[in-house]
């Protein structure tokens, strides 16, 4: 797939190395390419030949940086995760959301698009979600917070060498890191990280209700 693309078009973007891991030994990153120089209507192209309907490749733009990246099987397997053990948050703590998953989110005046792991609207149906997640085994890409930063969402979440990274959106428009989520206050990312590391799905989600239920108790 990744081929394919590289040859749409002709001679536009040059195109970068595959940018190599910074994850540990043993774990199975993401490939990512990234060109330059493409315009949004050859961005909308590239996205409408690739097919509405697809999983991979996932595809982020900005102001002419196209980022293409296929993922791997531990990059879905924390993805799903996270994902699962949020949605237990969210039941049991009786926060109402509107899961918006890899949904496309788009820009055009500001030059702006992302396809985003995972993506949730608390509350109610929104224009753009106040929660996104990005997992990053492997380094480099576009500028993912300035992409979002133009979107105005809340919290941007990132996956990387083992931890969940929150950074929420301040009133000056900027992103600043922060220990705990703003908008899900009591959940515990310790607790979240100590869940993705163990690699039975079954045992991860006993031991995460496990931790939820002696929150409450507490």
Known sequence: MI?????????GAALEELLKP????GVEPEQRVVYFGISWNRYLAIDKRLGDDRGIPQLCFLDGELEIMTTSNEHERVKRYIGG???DFF?????????RGQATIRLPLKEAGAEPDES??????KEF?????????SSGGVNKLEIYRRFKVPEVWFYRRNQIEIFALGKSGRYSKVQKSKL????DISLVERCLCIHSWQQARLTFRAGLAKSRGS
């Open 3 to 11: 081929s394919s693309v590289s040859t749409y078009g002709g001679n």
């Open 22 to 25: 910074d994850a540990e030994a």
């Open 85 to 87: 053990l949020l949605e």
């Open 91 to 99: 039941l049991e703590s009786g926060i109402e959301i509107v899961p």
């Open 120 to 125: 949730w609207c608390i509350g109610e149906e």
């Open 129 to 137: 979600p106040d929660i996104v997640l990005d997992i990053a085994l």
């Open 184 to 187: 899900l206050r009591g959940l």
